[in-house]
């Protein structure tokens, strides 16, 4: 079992920049793929980045590319979202997931966070 708690969000100008922060507790936290996915008002939830579990291979939702980068510090249980050049079109609820096969658009996760808000004005 695995416990993840979304932080960082808020509201930023486009432009701008924020970071997520993904703490997980349970075992074993190297062992899962870590992604990060997202949900705009009226809209289905969709995959935004993957890093996998062994050598830290990364992918990304094609309008994210270039702006966002994933990454994870094992040590710390965590995995981030540094998210750049913000732009309107990004404001959602941003989900941090995990999972023991990698992530991809259709896989889904095994484990979800509860979100956090996302919130970029023009």
């Known amino acids: 079992q695995v416990q993840l708690v979304e932080s960082g969000g808020g509201l930023v100008q486009a432009g701008g920049s924020l970071r997520l922060s993904c703490a997980a507790s349970?075992?074993?936290?190297?062992?899962?793929?870590m992604g990060w996915f997202r949900q705009a008002p009226g809209k289905e939830r969709e995959f935004v980045a993957h890093?996998?579990?062994?050598?830290?291979?990364?992918n990304y939702e094609n309008s994210v590319k270039g702006r966002f980068i994933i990454s994870r510090d094992n040590a710390k249980n965590t995995v981030y979202l540094q998210m750049n050049s913000l732009k309107p079109e990004d404001t959602a609820v941003y989900y941090c997931?995990?999972?023991?096969?990698?992530?991809?658009?259709?896989?889904?996760?095994?484990?979800w966070g509860q979100g956090t808000q996302v919130t970029v004005s023009s």
């Open positions: 349970g075992r074993a936290f190297s062992s899962y793929a």
């Open positions: 997931a995990a999972s023991i096969v990698a992530i991809t658009p259709t896989s889904g996760a095994q484990y």
């Open positions: 890093i996998s579990r062994s050598d830290g291979s990364t």
